[in-house]
């Protein structure tokens, strides 16, 4: 079949079997003349896809890199261009490669969003909230999320038996059983404390955080309540409950904290999870340098 006789059964294989979304289908499209133009200067005429080696597919991987294509974008094309030749082995003969042997570029984790300061003030003292209990409640949770590093989760499933007090450690039980223990803040006890004050009494073992109905709040409820306290006062988009978390490991490591001990507080397996704020830190460093030094115009 012909190369590009090829690329148009597979779209309509895509679209009319595979029920593929009109976006998908576009984007396959796309990446797949993309390979055939590379294969056509690579070979100096129409490509042959039963001649097609493992050494090919490389090259124009590399090529997309040359030409600063995104890694994100190269795995994608790197998944059509798989998807495109196993249906042309099932449906139309084409010899199999060992696909298996083609990865793709490695994804770097994306570089933690951090609030400034006054942001992740604003986020813990402020409310969008007319009842006082609720606002009470969310400038608790807020205040120490980004006061001791916690997960949302975990600050969730905290009980009343949890609540935390400054100078006693917070026993925190994070991902995969792994428990560990974390500092409390003076600010952390007395937002808790305020909040505690309008929750009344409840049982060492009912949760520390409820919704409006008395039950365990929910975490779509808390990422609602700040996305509509960052709208209210102009916090940015990534104001979310995690970047108080991300705030709480950037503002340690700007600060001169030691990256293991930021990495026990945020209960980490992997150092390397950790090292993502330093990245976070070297952006502030840089931008402070270029607004602030005569030359750096």
Known sequence: MAPFAAREAF??????????????VEAYGRDIADLLGFLSRHQGGEPDLAALRLADLRAFLAHRAGEGIAATSRARQLSAIKTFLRFLARRHGLPPLPLGGLTGPRRRPPVPRALTEAQALTATTDSFEESPAMAARNRAL??????????ISEALSLDMRDAP???????VMGKGGKERVVPVLPAVETAVAEWLRH????????????????????????QRALRDLRRATGLPEHATPHALR?????????????LRAIQELLGHASLSTTQRYTAVDAAGLLETWQKAHPRAG
């Open 11 to 24: 779209l309509d294989w895509l679209a009319n079997e595979r029920r593929a979304s009109p976006e998908t």
């Open 142 to 151: 807020f205040t120490l999320l980004y006061g001791c590093g916690l997960r």
């Open 165 to 171: 007090r400054a100078g006693t450690g917070l026993r």
């Open 199 to 222: 929750r009344g009494h409840a049982g060492p073992g009912e949760p520390l955080f409820t919704g409006a109905k008395g039950g365990r709040l929910d975490p779509g409820v808390a």
């Open 246 to 258: 991300h705030s709480f490991a950037t503002h340690l490591l700007g600060g001169g904290a030691d």
